[in-house]
T-cell receptor
């Protein structure tokens, strides 16, 4: 079955530190993968997506993600976190006719 | 700039009442979706529609109903059969290379 796993429910980092949010997927074919960010009480905003080609994709707000087929992973990274990055982050894979989301990772940033 | 508009932002339901959440898009997207979000459970798909006058149940459709009479509109009705309606509801529209989301409606029970 198609699924997405985000192993970390909650992550805390200091401002200026690097960040990596983990995402593992289960999908039979070549996956279309997405990362979304959600600020409290708001909708989801697309950070980046991977369909094919270069396995390192760049997104908005300084985020990047690397697709690793051998590990079924699509981890999100940022070299230096800003306080405004505090939010919830969702990884998703495109299924047959819908997006399948992970349960999300809440990021807290300390000054 | 096109987008998705959800209204109202906050909604209160009385016991036994049906309420309808509005979702309108001007992106010319064919597919539209309704998700329910509860703390710690991510997004769960309620209903989706790939084309006008057609829709399919998602993973948690019980207690909900939808219609798709126009491409731009995909309203969700939370019926009295939905015993635990308190949640954040998100509407999305989609083309194959990405989805756009509305700002959400928070539904509470009085």
């Amino acid at each position: 079955a198609q699924s997405v796993t985000q192993p970390d429910i909650h992550i805390t980092v200091s401002e200026g530190a690097s960040l990596e949010l983990r995402c593992n997927y289960s999908y039979g074919a070549t996956p279309y993968l997405f990362w979304y960010v959600q600020s409290p009480g708001q909708g989801l905003q697309l950070l980046l997506k991977y369909f094919s080609g270069d396995t390192l994709v760049q997104g908005i707000k300084g985020f990047e993600a690397e697709f690793k087929r051998s590990q079924s992973s699509f981890n999100l990274r940022k070299p230096s976190v800003h306080w405004s990055d505090a939010a919830e982050y969702f990884c998703a894979v495109r299924g047959t006719d819908k997006l399948i989301f992970g349960t999300g990772t809440r990021l807290q940033v300390f000054p | 700039d096109g987008g998705i508009t959800q209204s109202p932002k906050y909604l209160f339901r009385k016991e036994g009442q049906n309420v309808t959440l509005s979702c309108e898009q001007n992106l010319n997207h064919d597919a539209m979706y309704w998700y329910r979000q509860d703390p710690g459970q991510g997004l769960r798909l309620i209903y989706y529609s790939q084309i006008v006058n057609d829709f399919q149940k998602g993973d948690i459709a019980e207690g909900y109903s939808v219609s798709r009479e126009k491409k731009e509109s995909f309203p969700l009705t939370v019926t009295s059969a939905q015993k635990n309606p308190t949640a954040f509801y998100l509407c999305a529209s989609s083309i194959p290379n990405g989805s756009r989301f509305g700002a959400g409606t928070r539904l509470s029970v009085l």
